[in-house]
């Protein structure tokens, strides 16, 4: 084997010697036709992320941190054949035959200050950290297994309220600890202050009370400082509750809308940490739901833009359209929010993306034909921080193109679908995986108006929030207030060119498994595993996607009077869902951060939030199931 030399700069920290190591590691185990040699720099003239590789049999990487070097160094990896696709072994590809030393020339500059994933619990690995990193992804949650090797990575922590990402008043304001003395702390409603911040009804605190400001300063500093829980963080998430309900007092009226409130709350935080803790902490404002639209008021002239971010989250968006396709009421209306943020221009602007909402749970969605035109326009547009929600940490399957087209589009390389086809599944296999992810693509238009829901284009009344449509939603309630499809979004046999019809999209689903059964790893056991999984993950997706559509004809055989043909659905209706309760491991590695404390990811079909509909029809049609335990979410009478 020919031989590999490093060069580390002078004084090399933790980070560098990493950068050498993991080269030394993968270039001994190819079969390099020449010994090369690596010389690793810093250069303070480069940003944080920024690196300059070049040579050809001996290389040079310029960075201006030591994480730059390591990035440099996956790239040089990257250059010599070696493919980091996932987490999973079966995903990291090592370039076989002997290996000609190529010449590389190269400036990387990310597209994002802030790139990664949001997450709240923890539920890192080594590998699928590594697997940030080797993409050039740097923005994680505080709550990790492996502090150290966040830390030798270079990333940057986010935290989190210990009870979630909405819990912030119950864990640093919570009415057990100050109701009694201090009823005023709180939010005012028919002349009553109201104490509730449990998961059913959850009243934020008031926000104009500066009293009330303070003591939730005062033990956010002591959280933030040595021996508190977020110690270690670098931003912080400041967000009300999750649809929660707002003080209705004088003072808190006068101040402005929902937005003005929670910006005026955040900035006198901001400026009480700035005094009490050594080190800067980004508070990051959601601009989500009830806080869509920026403040109706002035701000302070003192306002702290600095230390506070806006996290745009336009979680009523559909994926059947690019963000700013004005056809689409859903996004256009999205964008509207988006682009007053946006014309602000002072706030640092953060966006949160839905690649895997809660309740996709890690279905097979695909989303790397608007992914790539998003990001650009988030770019483009002003937005420095990127993330998305949830993201699994291992058995990633089809979820591979979503990531590693995310990791390449926020680094500024645009996504290559046919290499990443070819390495990952080998030239026998790619020209059907071409297909196959083409059919998940479409399927993929549906996805939030399928397993999650799209806003209708409208702002409510009240300015606050936006009018939604969700299947899974009029599947559960049953009544005609709630149709079951939405005219242009989702319709049960009439497709558009944009978005498949129901009908159209379960056929998708079915072409797509033929394909995958003809997919032929040419005894090549790394690309075997890899459509195992694949195989894994579409067949979970394919139950889902059925159960709902059986559930529907169910429902609508009821509603006709066809007491025979809702028997036999009930029947079919048990096939889906028992096996949907055997299967854990399609969803054992993903978690809601708005609600961890809800149990979703029980098993396939606590995924949809049907369960409990679910049973009721076995118990209804006297079909024996297996015992319902109380994780799934609740327990019912078998009888």
């Not at 297994?145 to 270079?154: I, T």
């Not at 008021?297 to 336009?314: C, G, H, K, M, Q």
């Not at 608007?370 to 929600?389: C, K, P, V």
């Not at 399609?586 to 369960?611: C, D, E, F, M, W």
């Amino acid at each position: 084997m020919s031989s590999v030399e490093i060069h580390l700069p002078k004084n090399c920290g933790e980070t560098g010697h990493f950068a050498g190591e993991e080269l030394k590691s993968f270039l001994s185990r190819c079969d390099l036709h020449d010994g090369i040699t690596v010389d690793l720099e810093l250069d303070m003239n480069l940003g944080n992320d920024e690196f300059l590789l070049a040579g050809h049999g001996r290389y040079g990487i310029k960075g201006g941190s030591e994480t730059a070097l390591l990035y440099g160094a996956y790239e040089l990896l990257k250059r010599f054949g070696f493919c980091f696709f996932g987490p999973d072994p079966w995903d990291t590809v090592i370039p076989e035959g002997k290996i000609i030393p190529p010449e590389v020339k190269m400036h990387f500059r990310p597209e994002f200050e802030l790139r990664g994933f949001f997450a709240v619990e923890k539920r890192d690995t080594e590998d699928f950290l590594l697997w940030m990193a080797r993409n050039g992804l740097n923005f994680w949650t505080s709550e990790v297994n492996h502090p150290e090797l966040c830390r030798k990575l270079g990333m940057k922590l986010r935290g989190n309220p210990p009870s979630g990402m909405h819990r912030l008043f119950e864990d640093y304001l919570p009415p057990s600890v100050y109701a009694e003395k201090h009823p005023e702390y709180f939010a005012l409603h028919q002349g009553k202050r109201i104490f509730k911040m449990e998961a059913a009804e959850s009243w934020n605190i008031c926000m104009s009370n500066p009293e009330a400001a303070a003591q939730l300063v005062e033990n956010l500093c002591a959280a933030l400082n040595p021996g508190g829980e977020l110690e270690n963080v670098s931003a912080l998430t400041f967000a009300p509750f999750d649809n929660g309900r707002w003080c209705e007092c004088e003072n808190c009226a006068a101040l402005g809308n929902r937005t003005a409130l929670l910006l005026l709350l955040a900035d006198r935080c901001s400026k009480v940490i700035r005094q009490k803790v050594d080190r800067p902490i980004q508070l990051i404002v959601p601009a989500y739901h009830e806080t869509l639209p920026p403040p109706d008021v002035a701000l302070a002239e003192d306002f702290d833009y600095e230390r506070i971010a806006i996290e745009f989250f336009p979680i009523e968006r559909c994926y059947a359209h690019t963000i700013d396709d004005p056809s689409c009421p859903a996004n256009a209306l999205m964008k509207k929010c988006y682009d007053a943020w946006a014309e602000l221009k002072k706030f640092r602007l953060f966006v949160c993306e839905y690649y895997n909402v809660s309740t996709f749970a890690s279905a097979a969605f695909v989303f790397d034909d608007t992914m790539g035109h998003d990001l650009a326009f988030y770019r483009r547009t002003g937005s420095r921080y990127i993330n998305y929600m949830h993201v699994s940490t291992a058995l990633w399957g089809e979820l591979a193109v979503n990531n590693c087209a995310f990791a390449s589009e926020t680094c500024g390389q645009p996504f290559d679908l046919t290499d990443f086809l070819e390495k990952r599944y080998g030239a026998a296999a790619a020209p059907v995986m071409r297909e196959f992810y083409a059919r998940l693509r479409r399927f993929s238009h549906l996805a939030k108006q399928l397993f999650h829901y799209v806003g209708k284009g409208k702002m409510l009344p009240d300015g606050s929030n936006t009018e939604k449509f969700s299947f899974e939603l009029a599947l559960k309630v049953q009544s005609d207030e709630y149709p079951f499809f939405l005219p242009g979004h989702f319709e049960k046999d009439v497709s558009s060119d944009s978005v498949p019809s129901l009908e159209e999209a379960l056929e998708l689903l079915d072409e797509a498994d033929e394909l995958l059964k003809k997919a032929d790893s040419a005894g090549n056991e790394r690309v075997r595993q890899c459509l195992e999984t694949d195989r894994m993950r579409l067949a979970y997706t394919i139950r889902r996607a059925r159960f709902m559509e059986t559930l529907l004809h169910l429902i609508c055989a009821e509603k006709a009077g066809k007491s025979m043909e809702a028997q036999r659905l009930a029947g079919k209706l048990r096939e889906y869902g028992e096996a949907m309760r055997k299967d854990t491991v399609s969803v054992a590695h993903i978690r809601s951060a708005g609600a961890p404390n809800l149990k979703l990811y029980v098993n396939s079909l606590t995924a949809t939030r049907l369960q409990k509909n679910y049973a009721e029809k076995m118990t209804q049609y006297h079909l024996e199931v297996m015992p319902f335990s109380a994780d799934e979410g609740f327990t019912v009478h078998q009888g």
